[in-house]
């Protein structure tokens, strides 16, 4: 389905679509995908959607690509909406649903956003695309870049776990890791400037920066209404960093709605860390998003949720409200505690920054905020394995014995 046209969510200028054109014109503000809202409504609808395939590209009418030959896909999406029985026992609850990204081609949510991406990069003739990330984005970019043939260069922080790295390394991406120090992101500093200066595609974590790849993410919500029988859930609670999930998953339910498919959308809960909260602490004060300042000195053990400059609180923080959702934070201790939680009740191994959204469930719960007979979703968006060094200190290292029987009942008697 060919794009309505590109929207400026600073100034409110409309441009064509076009390659090389990633922000505004005018003013160099973000701009956001608007469809004909009207022709995908004519075309799709819950018979039509049931009937096709699972995956990211099942809503193709909704994604900014004009021609499928362009689609880069590793079977993305269609992840499933598991019923937490065991935690809602736990946690005295009615209705708790997992939507489980760890499933994902490289165990993260960032596959539908890439994939999206790189689809889009592709359509534009692009051979070399750039990306700043914490780890999971530019992991997921390395792996469509490979599967497109075209080149890709990915601005890592220098404390990225070395699991992250490896992947990045395996699927042929020149990794670069500047120093930390000074003004400004420096991964995104080299980002934009090999964007100015060479002409490569940007296709970073947040949507600040291309409007394209963002649009991925909001197939996560088209999803969980179809397998909740065409409902939104109550909450949906969001491991949120620069706020680009959140921001994406509240346009998929807004669109919905607006096409007729869904009656209401849920309230949308952004989860952030304690050492790297920009988000929740502009939602509690008031701030305008674009007066936000970077959290100083960001530390926590979920580094996927590190992004002192939240690139995307102009869509989130709006989202948020708009839908009548808030924002919490969960400190460090409760992050590791979902991770086991999450393990040993529902088998699902997830990072920290994955099973961050639990932590705040529990929160929100112990505070009232949230019901307990409510109907809630908590994405899981990023498996375990990418973060295995901080997984080995939460648990003892197995000893190693004899095999022999009596050393076996010794160790289990101890």
Not at 9 to 33: A, E, F, M, Q, W
């Amino acid at each position: 389905m060919p794009i309505l046209e590109l929207r400026c969510l600073r100034c409110g200028r409309r441009h064509r679509p076009s390659r090389g054109l990633y922000t505004c014109g005018k003013c160099g503000g973000k701009l956001d995908v608007i469809y004909d809202y009207e022709a995908v409504a004519a075309k799709i609808s819950r018979i039509e959607l049931s009937k096709r395939r699972g995956g990211v590209w099942k809503y193709f009418e909704l994604l900014p690509l004009a021609r499928k030959k362009n689609i880069v896909s590793l079977g993305e999406g269609g992840t499933p909406l598991i019923p937490a029985r065991n935690l809602a026992k736990e946690l005295k609850m009615k209705y708790l649903f997992l939507k489980d990204e760890t499933r994902n081609p490289t165990s993260s949510f960032k596959d539908r956003p890439m994939s999206v991406g790189v689809s889009k990069a592709v359509e534009f003739g692009a051979r070399t695309v750039v990306c700043a990330s914490s780890g999971n984005a530019a992991i997921a970019l390395a792996a469509y870049a490979a599967k497109a043939g075209i080149k890709c260069y990915a601005y890592v922080p220098a404390g990225a776990p070395e699991s992250k790295v490896a992947q990045l390394l395996m699927h042929g991406a020149r990794v670069v890791q500047p120093k930390e120090g000074g003004a400004g992101d420096p991964t995104y500093q080299l980002m934009l400037q090999s964007w100015k200066k060479f002409g490569w595609h940007p296709i970073p974590s947040g949507g600040a920066f291309n409007p394209y790849q963002p649009e991925g993410s909001k197939t996560i919500s088209y999803e969980i209404c179809e397998q909740l029988g065409w409902q939104a859930p109550d909450w949906v609670i969001v491991p949120t960093g620069a706020g680009t999930l959140l921001s994406g998953n509240a346009k998929g339910y807004f669109e919905f709605e607006q096409i007729g498919l869904i009656k209401g959308v849920p309230r949308l809960v952004a989860i952030q860390a304690e050492g790297c909260a920009p988000i929740v602490k502009a939602f509690r004060e008031g701030t305008p998003p674009y007066e936000i300042p970077p959290w100083p000195d960001p530390r926590t053990v979920a580094g996927g949720l590190i992004d002192p400059y939240p690139w995307d609180a102009d869509t989130a923080i709006p989202a948020i409200k708009r839908s009548g959702g808030t924002a919490e934070t969960v400190n460090d201790a409760e992050i590791l505690e979902a991770v086991k939680r999450l393990a040993r009740s529902e088998g699902i191994f997830a990072e920290p920054s994955g099973a961050a959204g639990l932590a705040g469930l529990k929160k929100l719960l112990d505070g009232g905020v949230i019901s307990r007979s409510d109907v809630v979703v908590v994405e899981v968006t990023g498996g375990g394995l990418k973060d295995v060094a901080t997984a080995l200190k939460m648990v003892e290292r197995p000893e190693v014995i004899e095999p022999k029987l009596e050393q076996l009942q010794k160790l289990f008697a101890g």
